[in-house]
């Protein structure tokens, strides 16, 4: 996904940045630091070894992901949407109504995203409610899902 999202871009022109490849150069999320590029192999394997172990995937467990991969943050650049495209893919994988987090919700999302290990109902009401938004785009689709 990080390929398809930024070959083609400036960054892919740079040297040191990577298309597709791990970071280079430490980077950080909202002030906060990530996880170093000589661990992010190690702790990306780590977080889908425990992911894949989970049998049925709930909302919870998707976000839950999100997180976890925002915060080792493992490209130089293009993080959020790789995450966020994931979280997609992996709702529809799991059955559950995706969503797209609209551009008046980001202040939310990234307070729910630093909130999440001390709160969890930030970051799971601004993925529901931006659920519920793509519920009734799909209701005007007349396009059928799970409730």
């Given at each position: 996904m990080h390929a398809w999202l930024k070959s083609?871009?400036?960054d892919s022109r740079k040297s040191w940045?990577?298309?597709?490849?791990?970071?280079?150069?430490p980077n950080e999320i909202g002030g906060h630091e990530t996880t170093s590029p000589e661990h992010v192999a190690k702790e990306i394997r780590q977080l889908l070894d425990a992911y894949n172990?989970?049998?049925?995937?709930?909302?919870?467990?998707?976000?839950?992901?999100?997180v976890r991969?925002?915060?080792i943050h493992p490209f130089q650049d293009?993080?959020?949407r790789?995450?966020?495209l994931i979280m997609f893919k992996e709702c529809l994988r799991a059955n559950i109504v995706p969503f797209i987090i609209p551009a008046d919700m980001k202040m939310f999302y990234y307070r729910g995203l630093s909130e999440w290990h001390r709160e969890r109902g930030f970051l799971?009401?601004?993925?529901?409610?931006?659920?519920?938004?793509f519920k009734r785009s799909l209701d005007q689709g007349r396009i059928p899902y799970n409730h």
């Open positions: 083609g871009t400036s940045f990577g298309v597709d490849e791990y970071k280079k150069l172990a989970i049998a049925k995937k709930t909302l919870d467990d998707i976000i839950d992901f999100h991969f925002e915060l293009g993080n959020g790789v995450g966020r799971r009401d601004t993925c529901l409610a931006s659920q519920d938004t």
